[in-house]
C-alpha cells in the first residue's frame, strides 16, 4: 500500500474520509496516532511470524522496521509482540490490534480502490518474471488471489529460466521469481516457499524396480536428461552432486522446459532431475517413477529478487505476502499429514 518514499497517511484524516467520526477540525482527535505504515509492518509480522522476513518485503533494515514496532507500541500504550529467537508472535492484546489494524488497511486500500475509480484510471500493470516451476505450479494460485484481493491489478508474466530472470530483474526492475540460491549485489532476495528435486525414470527403466536407493555415483552415471545451464533446476543438481565430488555427469540431452524432459523420459532409457512441484501427478498416476536417492540432498529454496534501487511497489509487496503465507501454510498441512501418520 505504501512505498519507501511514501509519508504515511494519518488515522485521523483516514477516519473523516470514511464518515467513521466526526471531527472538529478546532481540536487535535488524538495527540498521536499509528501511520498506516507501522501498522503494515505490524501485521506483516504477525502473519510471517518473523521481524527480519517482514523487514525484507518492505524493503527496509530490520533495526527500522524494529523501531516502527516499538514507536507503534509506545503510541498504543500496548506490548504487541512476543520477541523470542525463533520469532515474533503477537501477545493477546497485539492479536486484537491486529484484527483492528487490518480493517484499518483495508479501508485505505478501499479508498485508494474508490479514487482509482472516480479518476477513471486504467487497470495497475503488474509485471513479473518467474523460472518454469514457479510459473507453472505456484504463481497462478498467487495470481488469482491477488486478483480476487484487488480487482485493480492486471498481471503480466514472463517465463525465463532463473539466469534470465536476474538478468531481466536487473534491466527492468520489474519482480521476479526463481528456483536458484545466485544472487547479486543490486538485488534484494526473500524466500517465499521450499521445494526439492526428484530423480524420476519411466515405469520400465531399470531403476524403477530397485528395492533400494540408489548411490549418488549411479545417477552420475545416468544417463540423464537435465534442463539447460542456467536453470535453476540444473545449478541446485551440480552444486548438490560436486558437493559430493561428483562433477562428471552422464548427460544425454539437455533441454529448454520441463514439459519437453517429462515427454522425452517416457520413450527413453535415461533418468531425469525435475521438481517435485513438476512431476508429483505423473509420479501419483505411476506414468513416472520418483526414486530415492540414498545422502543427496536436493532442497532448495524458491526465491523472490527485486532491485535494490528501485524498490518494491505496494501491489508486488502484497503478491509476496500471498506468496509466503501460501508457502506456510502448505508446510503446516504437510507437517499435520506426517504427524498424523
Partial sequence: MLTNNTTAISLRYLAASFGVIGIDYGVALYPLVPSLEGLEIFVAVVELGSLSKAASLYGISQPSASERIITLERILKVTLLDRTSHGSTATKSGLIIYNQAKKVLAAAESLM???????????????????????????????????????????????ANSAKVIESVLSSGDLGFMESSSTHADLERISVGQDELWVVVAPNHGWARLNRPL??????????????????????????????????????????????????????????VLSRLAVA????????????????????SLYAVWSKKRGISAAERELLRIAIMSSNSEAVRGEAATNGR
Fill in 113 to 159: 480502490l474508490s479514487a482509482v475509480e472516480i479518476s477513471g484510471s486504467m487497470a495497475q500493470r503488474l509485471r513479473v518474471l518467474a523460472s518454469y516451476s514457479i510459473a507453472e505450479y505456484l504463481l497462478p494460485q498467487w495470481l488469482d488471489k491477488l486478483r480476487l484481493a484487488d480487482h485493480g491489478i492486471l498481471p503480466e508474466l514472463t517465463v
Fill in 215 to 272: 548411490l549418488p555415483s549411479e545417477v552420475a552415471r545416468g544417463p540423464l536428461i537435465l534442463r539447460e545451464r542456467g536453470s535453476g533446476t540444473r545449478e541446485v543438481f551440480e552444486e548438490a552432486m560436486a558437493h559430493l565430488g561428483l562433477n562428471e555427469l552422464s548427460i544425454k540431452a539437455e533441454m529448454g522446459s520441463t514439459a519437453m524432459i517429462k515427454s522425452a523420459l517416457l520413450y527413453s532409457a535415461s533418468a531425469g
Fill in 281 to 300: 501427478q505423473e509420479v501419483e498416476r505411476s506414468e513416472l517413477v520418483h526414486v530415492k536417492v540414498e545422502g543427496l540432498d536436493l532442497s532448495r
